[in-house]
Each structure stands twice: as structure tokens, then as C-alpha cells.
């Protein structure tokens, strides 16, 4: 892959196509009901961070658990093998009692639901302050123009930059109408005496790996030089890479699930874990840029994703060279902070039938002096069957303000594959199971805020939306760029 080749960013509940048959009970890593985009599972970052390599199991690497099982249901859903999103429920769960004891008891909810795992007593993932108590509201904001409580609202109501970030799910109307009525009635204190029934778990990551034979699950985490956990400075929005070998070695394996490690929430605010082409220097850390030459995502996490099962049959491809675990912390303690965050990754010796790769969509025409919008169009080479496009992954940089991708059918219909907001801070995938036929084509628009320049730096800019696909390398249009590129070079 060339020097162009940078940042990918996999990640988002995976669904079955309505047009040709799919293996069943695929796992939506955020408890998303299937087919919808709010199964999201990665929130992107630009540079990268140090990793370590263990096997589950032991010092054999032998896979841990049993199947893989459901991902607990979305804010107030269930668990299921496609658990699906809910409502808040009516009241706070006992456990929040003391820390919401001054807030009416449906606004306690709905803040415990939808804001506790970041804004909760101690603030977590980089969160700037708690929203636990009536007085946090009240606050003045930074500016000293407005409360927290104006924020809020402002946040909850923004289709740009969200809250909560994606890939958790918007407030539903009702959430939404409970908490800005209290806070645009001056947010008063009141007491909440009901110790009530458990809602929903925003923290619910898979717990389980894929067991069989043939399959080892492998920790690879942040470490210093030693093996010992990261040292996190007090360096604002630090950007840190973790490299290593690929652990399986020169075999050929296909990667079946990862779900996330996370030890220190004071600290870590997301990862990416890139499939480099290019070899390594193995258990090696250092600083990192916005770019990633010559390297592909894997998957990422963010605050609310849960993980990624593929379906049965179904097998990624990470048939790189090296990897690189790029960690993005905030740690705002005061002190070096110890972390041994990262990713569980399981892959299989049994290779499965069916491969799927990461492909390129987008452009890199893009000269943009005042922003507007950049178009590139994949017209494949490849496509003599059907294609599976399972999951797709917006990426711009700073000036990036929404992608959407088309599919123009070969009898003349349109479709959407994507239509999304973006934001540079919280990248996320969607769940888009969508089959391609022979003839069909795909325009890719991204519209930018400002200035917009092709190039690798943050400071430029991208257009690519990343899709995973199968059969491997069908949505290829012969680019000499890189490997399954589709952006017409």
C-alpha cells in the first residue's frame, strides 16, 4: 500500500442484506436492533499510542469462553444475540440514588441512562465536569456566557457534534423534552426519594469470545518498554502509538470478533488498532502524528462501544505485517496516571469461506479554497456476483461537516448507502448491509466547513469512506494506490 494509504477506521454493527441470503445471529457490538446506524462501535482519533501482546488462556493462547454471545440491549433494552435500543426508564437504579439525590427522579433517569458513564460523580473518558447534582447545571460554562444547563441542551440538540457522541444513541424526543424543560425551569433541586428499578447499562461491553478449534483471542494493550502498564503524562489530548508484531506470526488467520479492554477511565478517551503492510519494531511506543501510511484500521473504540462479532462464515482479513495501537488520552488528574488499555482481538486458523476486506470509496481530488463539497465516484472492476457490503466508516479530517454515499443502481435507480454528520472527534461506523450488483456503481460526496487540500496531515484534508465488503477486494477499481481502492486513481 503507498504512502496515500492512511487512516482506517472499522467499526459498527454488523446486519445481514435483505437481497441474498446471510449467516444467522450476526453480534451488534452496541445493542443496536439490526440494520439501523446507531450500531456504531468506534469513535476515530489521528495518531497513536504502545501495546503489548498476551494470548487469552495463557501462555499457550488457547481462546477463552464460550460463543459469542449478544451485547446488552441499548439504553433500557435487553440483552440479546441483536439486543435492541430502549427507553429510559422511568427512575434512576438505587446505585445512583446518593448521586442524583437532588434531581427529580425522571431527569435522574434519563441523565444516568444517557450521560453517567462520562459525566457520572468522578467524570470519565476526558469528560469535563459531573452531572450528577442539580447545582453542576447551574454552573457557569467557560465562556461565562451561559450554564452548564444551556450547554446541555445546546449539546443534546446538535446534529454536528452530538451529545451523547456517538456511537451511543441520541436521546430519544421524550428523554430529550424531560431533561430541557427541568433545566430551562432553572434546574432546582429536587429530591428523588424512589429507590427504583434497574435501567439500562451504558457501560454493557461483550464479555465473551468465540471458542472452537482453530481459534485463539490475543490482549493487546498499552505497555511501556518493560511490560508494565503505560504511563500516562498530564500532556493534554495526548496522541500515543503501541506497535507490535502480529502475535499469530506468518500464519494465515482470519479475525473472527474484538471487544474492548479498558483499565483506566480517568484517562483514555479512544483507541484505533491499524493492520499495518509494513513491519514493525515489536513492543516499541512512541508519539504519534495524524497519519498512517501504508496502514489499515482494524476496529476502534470509544465510550459506548461494546465490541464486534462477524457473522458466522464470515472472516475479516488482517493479513498485514505489524500493527499499531493508537491510544488518544486526556488525563486531567494531575499526576502520571498508570493504563493498560486496548483490544482483544480473536482470530481463526480455520479460515472461513467467506473473506472480507476493508475497500476504498471517495476521492482524493480534493481543492477546495473555501470548502464546499468534493465527489468521487467507484465504478468496480471486479464485480462479476453479487457483493456484501457489511459496514461502512465516514473519514474527513477538521474541515469535514458530513459524507454521503449513493449507489446508483444499473437500471437507473438511486439508493443510499450513507448519509451522516460528521465529526473529526467521534469517527464511527454504521451498519449499512447493502449487496452491490454487476453495473451498479457509487458517488461519494463529502462536504467540508473550510478550506479543504488533499493530504495525509490533519491539517489536510480526506475523503474516503470505509466499507467492509465480501467477497475481499470486489470493490476494486484496479487503483495504483493502494490495495481494494475505488476512488478512480
Known sequence: MSRLSVLLLLAGSIGCGSSSPEPANPVHPNGGSKGTASGGSAAGGTTGGGAGVTSSGG???????????????GTGGTAGTNGSTGGSGATPSSSASAAYSDIPCNVAAVLQNNCASCHGATPAFGAPMSLTRAADFTKKAKDGTHTIGQAVITRINDD????????????NAADNSTLATWIQAGAKAESCSTSAATTGAPDAVLTTDPSGPGITCYDIKARDSSGNKFSVPTTPDLYHLFYYAPPWGTTKVHMISWRPIIDNKAVIHHWLFYNSDAAVADKTDADGGGAHPNAQLTCGWAPGGRGFVLPDGIGQDVSGAGFVLETHYNNTTGAPSPDSSGVRVCVTTNL???????????????????????VGTCTPTAVTGPVNILAATPHMHLQGRRMKTIINRKDGTKETLLDKPFDFNTQIGYDTPTVIMPGDTLTTTC???????????????????????????ALSSGSFLRKNGCTGL
Open 59 to 73: 501462555s499457550d493462547g488457547t481462546a477463552t469462553g464460550g460463543a459469542a454471545a449478544g451485547a446488552a440491549g
Open 447 to 473: 462536504t467540508y466547513g473550510g478550506a479543504a487540500i488533499y493530504g495525509e496531515g490533519t491539517k489536510n484534508e480526506m475523503c474516503y469512506n470505509f466499507v467492509l465488503a465480501y467477497p475481499n477486494g
Open 352 to 374: 472461513r469461506p467467506k473473506e472480507a476486506g476493508i475497500h476504498w470509496l471517495g476521492t482524493e481530488l480534493i481543492l477546495l479554497p473555501a470548502g464546499g463539497d468534493a
Open 160 to 171: 454536528q457534534t452530538p451529545m451523547p457522541q456517538p456511537p451511543n444513541a441520541r436521546l
